[in-house]
């Protein structure tokens, strides 16, 4: 679940912030900032279900600086692909976007 990604992203994050500087030369080859990292991923690639998914997700990485910075400076256009299609509950190739359930109910 969305929250329970969440609670592990601010875990890692509190755990590298306290044992590393982001100047330290360790600082971005250690198991911390590896989870860090792959839960910052993880949070980015979460495939939302519902449209309160993806305003928790939405709102959660506007909130957090390292997340707005990794998607704002994706060097391909995968990265954002992937993330836009995360927020449409990740489709499969060629299934159109609206086919994806949402949550809401339709008339």
């Known amino acids: 679940m969305l929250s329970d990604l969440i609670a592990r992203y601010l875990a890692a994050k509190a755990i590298w912030e306290a044992q590393f500087d982001e100047d330290d030369v360790k600082a971005n080859n250690s198991p911390?900032?590896?989870e860090y990292m792959d839960t910052s991923c993880a949070i980015i690639d979460f495939p939302c279900r519902t449209i309160r998914q993806v305003q928790q997700k939405a709102r959660f990485i506007l909130?957090?600086?390292?997340?707005v910075d990794?998607?704002?400076n994706?060097?391909?256009t995968v990265a954002v692909t992937d993330f836009l299609k995360s927020l449409a509950g990740h489709p499969v190739e060629n299934e159109p976007v609206d086919s994806v359930d949402n949550?809401?109910?339709r008339g």
Not at 63 to 67: A, G, I, K, S, V
């Open 70 to 72: 990794m998607l704002a």
């Open 32 to 34: 911390e900032w590896r």
């Open 74 to 76: 994706c060097s391909t």
């Open 63 to 67: 909130t957090d600086e390292n997340l």
């Open 103 to 105: 949550g809401e109910k």
